[in-house]
DNA sequence: CTCCTAACGCAAAGATCGCTGCTTTAACGG
DNA sequence: CCGTTAAAGCAGCGATCTTTGCGTTAGGAG
């Protein structure tokens, strides 16, 4: 009997498993988009028994949370570079970059048709962020125009246009939203 | 044999399937969300046999997209006031109008999770109209400032922050379409 | 009105998924 | 090492989804 703390295994083969998952669901993610990836689907590609994934995760929408990290994480450094512009030019850069892989569009695609379910805002992050560059910068620009402005034009491509996520896509939003239009 | 071209059959029997599955769509998709739809349910609720669904359509996500893209009439006349910002203001309503009601907005984030799986984009009639718009005005604005600056934060508030769908939300985005920020 | 056949309904077969006992393997503590 | 037991594997069940063959209904053209 363990007195100190509930025992868990974490190395070896659980380790191999968790990995083996974690880069099927990756693939599977870009390949089929969210709604079409299955367990077995998933269990079979990592060569994993099916029944695992189900004892660990439960449902395909738990594990693909759990596991389709966000390359884009919340604690990474944001641009400082001292200009308000540069520095949005550089984010949005990051934000258009990240959703030219596929399986990042694909979450998205998965954030938005769980948006009106589940009440929660994917780009919530995105939205925190701005407002930090933003305030710290103490410009006439608002997070507001940030958003429409860059946001949203992203978004709207990654989810109905991804082929028009070209390099100089993040620098012309951003002019834009200097320039006025 | 019909020399001139494929029979299709549109009216009677057809259509009424057509618009039992397209009410019975909206309803489950604005009930349960886009994922958690299958066809059987829809099926059931249309009063209509579930091949008939899967013949017409194939799968659930191809549904949608194609009940989400149709749910703006292509036939329905456009503002022409004979001054493009009026135009255009009166249509982004329109968009605006109908994208407040719940049922709507779900479709719409249906179109956006299936349009990965095809490349089928079930907002391209909202751009076919913008190109009308303009073309008709001969004016320097063009259909990709008006997809980013009026379409695209449209879109977003829809499947991101629904709540901001305000009354004055077609119009500001038109006014800095036009002022430049 | 009549003919042709597209589109629908029905029913049964086939595939897939999610779940649950049970057995086997191997990670961690002593 | 050895013992304990967390975690993986295996087999099979029920439910649901999907497909398929075939008969029936009714839209559209002549």
Redesign the pocket.
């Known amino acids: ?4 703390s ?13 990995s083996a998952v974690r880069q099927a669901v990756e693939e599977l993610v870009g390949e089929r988009g969210v709604e079409r990836v ?4 998933v ?2 590609r990592a ?10 995760w ?3 929408a738990t594990m693909i949370n759990d596991l389709a990290t966000y390359r884009l994480s919340p604690d990474r450094p944001l641009p400082d570079t001292g200009d308000l512009r540069e520095d949005l030019t550089r984010w949005a850069q990051e934000i258009v970059d990240h959703f030219r892989a596929p399986a990042a569009a694909a979450l998205l695609r998965g954030g938005a048709a769980a948006a009106g379910t589940g009440s929660s805002d994917c780009l919530r992050h995105r939205r925190a962020e701005a407002t930090v560059l933003v305030e710290r910068a103490a410009s006439a620009i608002t997070v507001d125009e940030v958003i429409d402005l860059v946001i949203a034009p992203i978004v709207y491509r990654v989810l109905f246009r991804p082929w028009t996520l070209d390099d100089e896509l993040a620098a012309s939003l951003v002019e834009r939203l200097f320039r006025g239009r």
Do not use: K, Q
């Not at 299955?38 to 689907?41: G, K, Q």
């Open positions: 009997m363990s007195t100190t509930p025992l868990r295994r974490t190395g070896g083969r659980s380790a191999a498993v968790l299955t367990i077995p689907m269990a079979e060569g994993v028994n099916p029944t695992s994934v189900y004892r660990r439960g449902d395909a």
